[in-house]
């Protein structure tokens, strides 16, 4: 009988602890509360990356409550939001060289505190300290039409070298203004390309003279571009860019003798659209010769 006993209580103890194991053991996937987002955005040339979790609403009154004002807010949930800048980057005009950090804010009913945190480790904000700010500034706190369920953060506003960054939770909305180095970037690219070609490109002196003109830079240099350009081989649209050129000096007749033998080549190649887009502009220069005269 005893025997027996101990037989059963072995075999009970295997099969609990072979269930518990198993149990321990055993996992199902759930969808997360706060989903974790990693966005990679180019702003200029640069790449600016945020890694960050989404908190939802779910009907809960968010700023002034649930995110105290005052505090310091880790701006997401879980871990600390962290943020990633490829290259040296302005922040409403503030210099911040390349590297990750975290993004903390300290929110306000009309104004937030932005901070950039040098430690992106830092799980949440128990225990930030202050003294590992690389950066701090204010920016305003605005109403936001839509109520956004889902923390976001989004980049908003483009230009060739800058954006906005946006956070919306609920129906509150703060941005502040990214800008990042293209210029020195381009000009070092154009000018490395430049000296360093076997043969001389027609396009890459074209492209040249294009970046000046579009970003009202040198002048002088891109007609020098644009000429050698043409003297590689000449084209209907880099004679009609010089065109372009010589108007933006105010030089109104050399640019329409350029549109005009631009149209002469976009006629041989038979391009009916630069030829109408030469002819519109040696409309308007011979106008502003005009009143140029007057």
Excluded at 99 to 124: F, M, N
């Amino acid at each position: 009988m005893h025997k027996r006993n101990s037989y059963l209580l072995f075999t009970l103890f295997f099969s609990f602890t072979f269930l518990f194991s198993g149990l321990a053991f055993a996992q199902i996937e759930l969808p997360p509360i706060s989903p974790r987002a990693k966005i990679t955005q180019k702003v200029g040339l640069t790449d600016v990356t945020f890694d960050y979790s989404r908190p939802s609403v779910q009907g809960r009154k968010i700023f002034g409550d649930l995110v105290p004002y005052g505090k310091v807010w880790r701006t997401g949930a879980n871990e600390s939001t962290k943020i990633t800048f490829a290259d040296n980057v302005t922040l409403e005009g503030n210099r911040v060289p390349a590297g990750t950090y975290a993004l903390y804010t300290i929110p306000g009913e009309d104004q937030w505190t932005i901070i950039i945190y040098k430690d992106p480790t830092l799980w949440g904000s128990d225990k930030y300290n202050q003294g590992n700010d690389l950066l701090r500034f204010n920016v305003p706190a605005q109403k936001n039409a839509n109520n956004v369920e889902a923390f976001t953060i989004d980049l908003t506003n483009y230009t060739q070298n800058s954006a906005d960054v946006e956070l919306l939770w609920a129906k509150t909305a703060v941005k502040f203004r990214i800008e990042t180095e293209v210029d020195a970037k381009v000009m070092a690219e154009i000018e490395e390309r430049i000296k360093n070609q076997k043969e001389p490109d027609y396009s890459l002196y074209y492209l040249a003279a294009g970046y000046l003109y579009n970003n009202d830079k040198n002048l002088t240099q891109a007609l020098e571009w644009i000429n050698k350009s043409i003297s590689i081989d000449p084209k209907y649209w880099t004679v009609h860019l010089k065109a372009k050129i010589l108007a933006k000096q105010k030089r109104y007749d050399q640019a329409i003798a350029a549109a005009n033998e631009s149209v002469f080549l976009a006629k041989k190649a038979r391009n009916e659209d630069y030829v109408k887009l030469n002819q519109r502009y040696i409309t308007q220069w011979k106008k502003l010769t005009k009143q140029k005269a007057v």
